[in-house]
């Protein structure tokens, strides 16, 4: 079952000899419960890709449907409402609300959409996350690796259609970093959770189902597992 079709995007950035083509007529989709990673070296059009998939920002030109539903048809109101709920968006430095605990940053994108989250579920992600003696504690009280399971935890808590992480372990050690991608692989098997990592560790794209290569905006790989 086809979730997310990516058709002819481009991404367009300055005018005339300025001009950067970041992504040049992108085409893929992604079924339902794929972990697919992204790579590509630096510039290659990776976090471009993934911002536009998860609507922070938009293309030049192209569409992205998630569900069947053309995401950038939709007025900026509804866009924000999808991105809390369609989007679980993972980040390498984390992202978390210095002043709001464990709990309340993961329980936070439930919060900002006037829904009041289930108590069994609070406990259940805890529990999950190995933070459930952890829930009190800030992020400054926490290490690097509990930070990103924090992060993990909140991007996962509305259940989102698809997960997007921007290289989740490029500021972690490499224990830390193992633990990480058996949390994401785990909760991607176990959900059945729709996964789109954008990497630069081999040990990650690996462990996915699927490697899409960019090079100057444009696929030049795409490889099953």
Known sequence: MELLKIENLCKTYGKGENEVKALDNVSFSVPKGQMLAVVGASGSGK???????GAVDRPTSGKVFLDGQDVFKQSNTKLAVFRRRQVGLIYQFYNLIPVLNAEENITLPMIMDGRKP???HVEKMLASLDLTARRNHLPSQLSGGQQQRISIGRALFNSPAVILADEPTGNLDSKNSAEIVELLKRSNKELNQTMIIITHDEKIALRCDR???????RIVND???
């Open 223 to 225: 490889t099953q597992a």
């Open 118 to 120: 289930d108590p069994a």
């Open 47 to 53: 976090s471009t890709l993934l911002h536009i998939i």
């Open 211 to 217: 490697i899409i290569t960019l090079s100057d905006g």
